[in-house]
């Protein structure tokens, strides 16, 4: 409890916190995570394989990649998921101004759905469709009739195919997701790092830029990471996020009407 109360603290003197997510916050919604001890690929060593050429077939036959992501059975999953405790209490944190941004890799979209506005998805969103030719993107639901009916989605603005927006392995992250990333790092003065193992680069870099400008980094994890190990993270909170970030808020609350 007292480290609850040393996060809120921190919060509260703050002048600009920001969070940054990962695939434990979204395992709590039953999406199952891809690397942990039970995860896909741990289960199924060839789904990792086929993941880091996804991005070179939709290059190459974009006809193919879209019924390769019609045969997905892990976005069915993301689709109907549904924000949890977790996803909620930093929306509730956001709106008593104490989370000025959530830069989250996952690509479900559960931080949207609990509410929280202002979220940068740093690897994507699988609710979204993109052009890597002008940039554009578009709501998925525009499209999905022609999707279903087999073929590929272009460009309303260059008339390029577009792919999810979802960013795949040996994919650049978009410029405007990068700038706008880097810039709320290099703004914030604390960090609130929930459920990552911070190994997946090059989003694994902005716990450690946010750290190298001088902002404390708070890790909420189940397990000590590389961000402790390396020094990183200021203290870490053990635990599942979607029982330790309620209290969090709850203790914010509790102490901003002190």
């Known amino acids: 409890m007292e480290l609850i109360k040393k996060v809120a603290r921190d919060l509260l003197e703050s002048k ?22 039970f995860g896909i690929w741990k289960r199924d060593p060839e789904a990792e394989r086929r993941a880091y050429k996804v991005y070179t077939k939709f290059l190459k036959d974009p006809r193919e ?15 109907k998921a549904l924000p949890n405790s977790a996803h909620r209490a930093l929306s509730e944190l956001e709106e008593l101004g104490k989370i000025m941004c959530i830069i989250t890799q996952n690509i479900d979209g559960l931080h949207h759905k609990a509410g929280s506005k202002n979220v940068i998805e740093f690897h994507g969103s699988v609710s979204k469709l993109r052009c890597i030719c002008c940039g554009s993107r578009f709501d998925k639901k525009e499209f999905i009739n022609l999707i279903e009916s087999g073929r590929v989605p272009k460009c309303k603005i260059c008339e390029n195919f577009l792919k999810l927006d979802v960013v795949h392995f040996n994919e650049p992250i978009p410029p405007d997701i990068y700038i706008r990333s880097f810039n709320e790092v290099m703004r914030c003065d604390l960090m609130l790092v929930c459920g990552t193992s911070a190994v997946v ?3 694994a870099e902005l716990p450690r830029i946010a750290k190298r400008y001088g902002a404390k980094v708070i890790e909420i994890n189940l397990e000590e990471t590389t961000l ?9 909170i053990k635990g599942r996020v979607g029982e330790i970030l309620p209290k969090i808020a709850e203790e914010v609350k509790r102490s901003k009407k002190e």
Do not use: C, L, M, N
């Open 16 to 37: 600009y916190a920001i969070a940054f997510t990962g695939a434990g916050i979204s395992t709590e919604s039953g999406i199952p995570d891809f690397r942990g001890p």
């Open 65 to 79: 990649y879209w019924i390769e992501v019609q045969k997905s059975t892990i976005y069915p999953i993301i689709d």
């Open 201 to 203: 680069y090059p989003a």
């Open 228 to 236: 402790t190990f390396e020094g990183v993270s200021d203290y870490i």
